[in-house]
């Protein structure tokens, strides 16, 4: 039976399973260190991005971390007419952090006042999560297809 809470539906839509997928593998491929910065990535996994890098020291409050994924979707836009996603990419499990809760917060408002349906997944290199209704995926050994 598909889920009614906000997020995204188990099952996943295979469409946006692959999207998800991309999402992880490009994020295991290319952070090859073991610890890193958290990463927000707004667009579409495999083309047009914006990539925000968020340190600790710099302190964002909800309203400066909104208005950063509001212009962040608003360049993806210019460039790519489907909805771009949001993710985060970082490490650790994918249990649900203050990082995860803080950006999933802003990623809200900010889409909201777009009128627009948010998708947002927390992802590290062996798969991803959505911290709305807790659907995931994860995989022992990610390959490229």
């Known amino acids: 039976m598909p889920s009614t809470a906000p997020g995204i539906p188990v099952p996943v839509p295979a ?9 992880v593998l490009d994020h295991a491929r290319s952070e090859r260190r073991r610890v890193h910065l958290p990463l927000v990535h707004v667009g579409v996994p495999g083309g047009p991005e914006r990539v925000l890098a968020v340190r600790a020291e710099d302190r964002l409050d909800h309203a400066l971390r909104a208005d950063a994924l509001a212009a962040m979707r608003a360049t993806v836009l210019r460039q790519d007419s489907a909805e771009p996603l949001v993710w985060l990419t970082r ?6 952090q203050d990082v995860d809760v803080a950006w999933l917060a ?11 349906p948010l998708v947002m997944v927390v992802a590290n290199r062996r798969g991803w999560r959505d911290p709305r209704s807790g659907a995931s995926r994860t995989w022992q050994r990610l390959r490229q297809r």
């Not at 802003?106 to 627009?116: F, M, P």
């Open 15 to 23: 469409d946006l399973d692959r999207l998800l997928r991309r999402a």
């Open 91 to 96: 490490t650790g499990e994918l249990d649900l």
């Open 106 to 116: 802003a990623a809200r408002t900010a889409y909201a006042e777009a009128g627009a």
